[in-house]
């Protein structure tokens, strides 16, 4: 596909995991717990093929960090698979409790999270001792975005596979997005995707976004998603 246009921003995704603790290979008196059932409204219950390396590992951290933090810690530490990493913030929510994190996607080896908590450590970082952990999280990611824009609105993740962007009209309520999710669902031929909320700056402008994840990632795709977006504004919006 020819890329029309890569575009660097930074921006968030918020979305409800499943969590589960992560206990071997890490520092003392630590936590970390990892994201186990990725894009589950696209692949179920689980994965067809349970990944062997983490998927999305979560550093619980004594203080929050901004990303700008984590990217500079990152960039400091000295190790081979740094570069291959996807460094980002969170703040997993578990009812009322709130614990922050450093989010590390890409990591290729579960024995070796105690040495990369370890060169954290080295710049400073500190680590949450105690984090109460539940079954579900709804977790807010603030990090980088590297798209290459298809048509107006529309983005492919440049660094990640089988994922799209639908940039939305306005900004939109939790209950209109899941209404228009249910009418896709529900009332069209469209392969079956995971999708998600978010949000980017583009321009100095906080623009709603949808993460789209499915093998059979289309611009036609893209489109049908942000074409049944306008319907629901033409409807509801006066």
Known sequence: MKT??????????VKEESIVPVTAHIAEHTVVAEANKPYSDYYGIAPFNMPTKPNSLFLFTAQYYM???????????????????????????????????????????????????QCFME???????????????VIKTSKCFMLERIGDNLYLDHGQTKTGYV???????????????????????????????????LDGIVNDIVRIYTEHITPDLLRMVQKQFEIFELEHVR
């Open 4 to 13: 029309e246009q890569l575009i660097h921003v930074c921006g968030s995704i």
């Open 123 to 137: 710049q400073g970082v500190e680590f949450a001792r105690k984090v109460h952990l539940h079954e579900k999280a």
């Open 167 to 201: 940039a939305l009209p306005r900004l939109i309520n939790n209950d209109d997005y899941n209404e228009v999710l249910a009418n896709i669902r529900n009332n069209s031929h469209s392969p079956l995707f995971d999708a998600v909320r978010g949000a980017i700056i």
């Open 67 to 117: 990303l700008e933090e984590a990217l500079r810690f990152a960039r400091l530490i000295d190790m081979s698979c740094m570069q291959s990493l996807n460094i980002a913030v969170s703040v997993l929510n578990f009812g009322t409790e709130h614990y922050p994190a450093i989010r590390i996607k890409h990591f290729p080896d579960y024995q070796k999270i105690d040495k990369l908590q």
